[in-house]
């Protein structure tokens, strides 16, 4: 893991800062985690968990369709407001949530010079995501606990179909900084969701969103990113099985419902990334 990505970095126990010791991050406080061969570092706190985490068989059905060009107008978006949220701020751009790694190396290859942290509960997605890209490092750790992440470090968070800890993105966020958040509206895949019974998303998404991330944050740039998409069957059955729909219905019976697809479908691709900053800062 690269030395710069490192000094970015905080113990999940005691807070204080990490150093690299060979195959191994420590603390001054004789804490050390080892980092996988894969190139991730695992940063739990004691009560920490990441049994939410993707499974292997998800993440490989993400990379697949993600790898197909379907999300690219998303992953565009997502990327211009990570630019221009940051500029003028110090920092990382940090994903919590990254997943494997994709939308946070397309942040990264715009904005060049700076470092990027890749944080996510599975461990599956961190070993693609160790290797997403050269300035970014790959962490396991909690989202609903303090991120093993010093306070300041990032100039600004990515947040897509992911958890939202408001008042650790806050912290994290160097002055001036924005959380960039892309959440799906009701409108999204709603063909393959209405065909094959899959989860719903709530019509006050939005208000929801807010929520979570709190009184510390408040909307100052959003976009609708809206668009058709032809899926293949094969496609179609990557994506929802990449989806929150494939932890409710599992594999075999997501697998029967796929197949009972057209050989093309048009889904409805709708998304909204919106930039979030916090009230006192100065943009």
């Not at 004691?46 to 790898?67: C, H, I, K, N, Y």
């Not at 059955?237 to 029967?256: F, I, N, W």
């Not at 479908?265 to 900053?277: D, E, F, G, N, Q």
């Amino acid at each position: 893991m690269l030395a710069d990505v490192v000094a970015l970095l905080e113990c999940p126990v005691c807070a204080a800062p990490l150093a690299s010791a060979g195959a191994a991050l420590r603390c001054a406080e004789g804490h050390s985690f080892d980092i996988a061969r894969q190139g991730y570092v695992t940063l739990l706190p004691p009560s920490g968990r990441l049994d939410t985490g993707d499974s292997a068989e998800m993440v490989a059905a993400r990379a697949a369709f993600l790898g197909a060009g379907h999300f690219d107008r998303l992953r565009a978006a997502v990327t211009a407001q990570a630019v221009a949220a940051a500029e003028g701020s110090p920092g990382c751009v940090l994903d919590l949530g990254a997943g494997t790694g994709w939308y946070l190396a397309s942040a990264l290859e715009a904005a060049p010079g700076r470092l990027g942290l890749a944080l996510d509960a599975s461990k599956p997605a961190l070993r693609r995501a160790a290797r997403a890209h050269v300035r970014a490092g790959a962490v396991a750790c909690d989202a609903w606990h303090r991120l093993p992440v010093r306070t300041g470090a990032a100039a600004v968070a990515l947040n897509v179909f992911a958890p939202r800890n408001g008042a650790e993105l806050a912290r994290v966020l160097a002055p001036g900084g924005a959380v960039v958040v892309a959440a799906p509206t009701a409108r999204h895949l709603h063909e393959l969701v209405a065909g094959l019974g899959l989860l719903t998303v709530a019509q006050d998404k939005r208000r929801r969103v807010d929520a979570a991330l709190g009184a510390s944050f408040t909307a100052t740039a959003e976009e609708t990113v809206e668009h058709r998409v032809d899926l293949s069957r094969a496609e179609a059955a990557a994506l929802v099985a990449a989806g929150p729909s494939a932890r409710h219905l599992g594999a075999e019976e997501l697998s029967r419902r796929t197949e009972a697809l057209d050989e093309l479908t048009s889904v409805t691709v709708s998304v909204t990334v919106t930039t979030y900053r916090s009230p006192t800062s100065p943009r």
